[in-house]
């Protein structure tokens, strides 16, 4: 579904993402792990239009997608977390599911400055979908509360959710087990393969290996931007040139 050619971002004198191909397969969680610095975030940023790559093609279920601003390839279905936690803390936690909504709200501004009926019925719909979705991941007690009152976990999770209120068929998550301890991890783990179920296709950043050797089902190896293997969990965990990579060292 998503397919990644030859792409190189360069930050002037600086190659981030040096000729890097991959695939994500619909239905499979794929994971892109490195050393720190390897590239990895700056490659979520130039597929979801953050950045524009210097060269290189991106398609997304079989468009080319590279060039396009963030709105656009979130319209067309992909969504993003980040590394760091980007919720509005002080707005409650179903409120900040529906801002993920957003580009999906088919009334216009004036429909929301005058309020119509088609409006109000859009709102009502909108709740409805993120009280499900708050079910989804155990939060929907937690509604009214402000964001900011979650757990580091919880707000992780929410995060997650807000990602999904768009209907997106690919999902990307920025190092999600960040900050989780072992239970949070453990239900981060078991939410993945519920987000698979709902037919949403995952692409994952996470240092936490044992969670990624677990669930990924292909791997991707980033070092100094370069593409340095890609596997199964168990051809990537025997790969000379991959513990190399981690270990730092030759033996
Ligand atoms: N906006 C930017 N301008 C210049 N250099 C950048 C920019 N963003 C990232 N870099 C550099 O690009 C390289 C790759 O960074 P990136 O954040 O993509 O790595 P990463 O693999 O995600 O690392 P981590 O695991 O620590 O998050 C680093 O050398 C970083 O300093």
């Known amino acids: 579904m998503l397919q990644v050619d030859h792409l190189t971002l360069k930050f002037g ?7 890097v191909s ?6 499979k969680i794929t994971g892109l792990i490195g050393p720190n610095g390897a590239g990895k975030t700056t490659f ?18 079989g468009k080319r997608i590279d060039g396009l601003q963030p709105y656009q390839i979130n319209q067309m279905g992909m969504s993003r977390t980040y590394q760091v936690i980007n919720l509005f ?9 529906m801002v993920g909504m957003h580009p ?8 929301s400055a005058f309020k119509t009926v088609a409006e109000r019925r859009e709102e009502r719909e909108c709740y409805e979908r993120a009280y499900e979705l708050l079910d989804f991941v155990g939060l929907k007690g937690r509604a009214f509360e402000q964001a900011g009152s979650l757990s580091y976990g919880q707000q992780r999770h929410l995060e997650i959710v807000r990602g999904l209120a768009s209907n997106p068929k690919l999902i990307l998550l920025d190092e999600p087990a ?27 950043i996470e240092h936490d290996m044992k969670l990624m050797m677990g669930v990924a089902d292909y791997l991707y190896v980033l ?4 593409l340095l293997a890609e596997g199964t969990t168990s051809e990537i965990q025997t790969n000379p040139e991959v513990i190399k990579a981690y270990l730092g060292g030759d033996e």
């Open 44 to 61: 979520f940023n130039s597929i979801s239009g953050v950045y524009k790559p210097t060269s290189g093609t991106i398609t997304f279920l």
């Open 178 to 204: 960040a900050g989780m301890n072992s239970k949070e991890k453990e239900e981060l783990n078991e939410l993945l393969y519920r987000i698979i179920d709902r037919g949403v296709s995952i692409l994952i």
């Open 223 to 226: 070092n100094y931007g370069k």
């Open 13 to 19: 004198g600086l190659i981030a993402n040096n000729d």
């Open 22 to 27: 991959m695939r994500v397969q619909e239905g």
């Open 89 to 97: 803390k002080k707005m409650s936690v179903v409120e900040n599911v």
């Open 104 to 111: 999906h709200m088919k009334q216009g501004y004036f429909a």
